[in-house]
């Protein structure tokens, strides 16, 4: 059958190859087939691969030797992977358990399986799991060269936001100073502070710092890496005091950065004060929303505009769909260039 697949020169094969295992895009269902000097690599999300990569409709063999849980089951369980962990989401114990068993019969290299037992909940959005395999929900993750160690019962973290995620990484320059609100464990700090980039990291969740920290070592960057325990706003200065440090002794960031991520799509208008104080001269703020289909990107404009101006010049520079969040709601980026 036609499957979605990546097609490279067979030289630039295996690079394109580890790029795609690092986001976990490849379809392991399928065969890697080559014809003519050309590599045909199937792909399980087409629309999360990077706009980099050419992308064909292509017959490819099925792989005979694995089985999948789908054989197993005889329907198509749901399930996210995650690391060598598989992430369910079922209402039903029995089935939940049913489809663990069948994972873990399948030749899928995945040793834990949990199943959400809660919504993303409080100040720090993590989640309740039922362990129903593995030893405990601590996983290591891999994305586009980077690794991630981290625990879904402490910490929030998608792993379908890793395109997005790529997407303002290559946007990124050697010597940028880059400032994450909203950090987590790192996954845009660390392939930031990867392209030479000096960054600052600040979550409200001590158990994320940690493994930012534990993150910046695995990935050799902690020297470009600042991880931050804190409520952001103290770490500006809305009303621009041009001192070393806040009150309490904590740094100060007023005026530093020349790229911001607010990835708090419920509420980032709610810190546009704080990023502002934060913004260098010439800063571009990638400011993430969830808004209705009918305009997904005026309020989030809007909200900028009045906390930047006439302080700033500003510039949307893309109004970018990052997906579908809800019926009727999306999840969208604007990368905003603040000039002084």
């Known amino acids: 059958m036609e499957v979605p697949c990546v097609r490279v020169a067979r030289e630039s094969g295996e690079q394109t190859r580890r790029e795609l295992a690092d986001a976990d895009l490849i379809d392991d269902d399928y065969e890697i087939t080559v014809e003519d000097g050309t590599l045909y690599i199937p792909v399980s999300d087409p629309d999360a691969v990077a706009d980099d990569f050419e992308l064909v409709s292509r017959r490819v063999d099925e792989r005979e030797t694995q089985t999948r849980p789908a054989d197993i089951l005889e329907f198509d369980p749901s399930y996210e992977r995650l690391g060598t962990a598989a992430l369910l989401d079922e209402d039903d114990p029995e089935r939940a358990r049913t489809i663990a068993d069948a994972i873990l019969e399948s030749d899928l290299p995945v040793e834990t399986v949990l199943n959400k037992a809660s919504k993303v909940k409080g100040e720090t959005r993590v989640r309740d799991w039922e362990l129903l395999a593995g030893e405990n929900t601590e996983v ?126 419920h509420s980032a208008d709610a810190f546009l004060e704080t990023a502002v104080a934060l913004a260098g001269d010439d800063c571009v703020l990638h400011y993430y929303d969830i808004q209705h289909e009918d305009d997904p990107f005026g309020p989030g404009e809007q909200a900028i505009r009045a906390a930047a101006e006439p302080e700033y010049d500003v510039t949307v520079e893309t109004r970018h769909t990052v997906r579908s969040y809800a019926p009727h709601e999306l999840n969208v980026c604007l990368d905003v260039r603040l000039e002084r």
């Open 140 to 265: 290591v993750h891999r994305e586009y060269g980077c690794e991630f160690a981290l625990d879904l019962s402490a910490v929030y973290f998608s792993p379908r936001l890793a395109t997005e995620r790529h997407r303002v990484t290559e946007q990124v320059t050697a010597g940028e100073q880059v400032f994450d609100m909203f950090a987590g464990v790192g996954p845009f700090v660390i392939p930031v502070a990867k392209r030479g980039a000096e960054c600052v990291g600040v979550d409200i969740n001590p158990d994320a710092i940690e493994y930012l920290r534990e993150n910046a070592r695995r990935n050799d960057v902690s020297e470009s890496v600042t991880a931050i325990y804190a409520n952001v706003r103290t770490l500006a200065d809305p009303d621009r005091g041009q001192v070393s440090t806040t009150k309490g002794g904590a740094p100060n960031y007023d005026n530093w950065a020349d790229r911001i991520v607010m990835n708090l799509p």
